[in-house]
């Protein structure tokens, strides 16, 4: 499978393959949790991260819509 992480929850994205396999413009979110990245758009290895404990009330609340977004469109299958 192809898997991605946020905030702790890990999702398969295989279905969305296209957007997260080597190359494609989400690539960097596969196999970690990323969570920092979805919210500051910072795609260095740095910024790919789960470390979100100095972000905004509203960068959180950002992180909790696209945590909605893949528990509508991707199966959940861990922690």
Do not use: C, M
Request: hydrophobic share 35%; net charge negative.
């Amino acid at each position: 499978g192809l898997y991605l992480a946020l905030l702790g929850r890990v999702y398969d994205v295989s279905s969305g393959r296209r957007h997260y396999e080597p190359g494609a413009h989400y690539s960097g979110f596969a196999g970690r949790d990323a969570s920092r990245a979805f919210v500051t758009g910072d795609y260095s290895e740095a910024g790919l991260v789960d470390d979100i404990a100095d972000l905004s009330f509203s960068e959180v609340l950002t992180l909790q819509n696209w945590l909605s977004f893949y528990e509508k469109n991707y199966r959940f299958v861990g922690r």
